[in-house]
């Protein structure tokens, strides 16, 4: 069973920078993709970033490129979300997610396993 488990969410203004983590547990960290979805209050939860199970290759949403960074340490079977120039539209419950297959995906119903979530903020 993997299990994922999310911190670092936060309060913070706009223009300010956050990192996620999501420390993963239950298989071989290395061989699956990872992602991060968000979900904000009345909307469906979207995807933003997704990493190859080496890191080599990384995806981003539109609304992400240029200002998130995703990004692993096998060795600590971590994935990060670096976060930059944030906007109040980013305001939202982040989630790490893991496929059951090995590549990168980027709907959510195409991952089979989350975290609990972590709460960002960005005030204006």
């Known amino acids: 069973q993997v299990q994922l488990v999310e911190s670092g969410g936060g309060l913070v203004q706009a223009g300010g920078s956050l990192r996620l983590s999501c420390a993963a547990s239950?298989?071989?960290?290395?061989?699956?993709?990872m992602g991060w979805f968000r979900q904000a209050p009345g909307k469906e939860r979207e995807f933003v970033a997704a990493i190859t199970g080496s890191g080599g290759s990384t995806y981003y949403a539109d609304s992400a490129k240029g200002r998130f960074t995703i990004s692993r340490d096998n060795a600590k079977n971590t994935v990060y979300l670096q976060m930059n120039s944030l906007k109040p539209e980013d305001t939202a419950v982040y989630y790490c997610?893991?496929?059951?297959?090995?590549?990168?995906?980027?709907?959510?119903?195409?991952?089979?396993?989350w975290g609990q979530g972590t709460q960002v903020t960005v005030s204006s």
């Open positions: 997610a893991a496929p059951s297959g090995r590549l990168p995906r980027f709907k959510s119903y195409e991952y089979s396993y």
């Open positions: 239950g298989r071989t960290f290395s061989t699956y993709a």
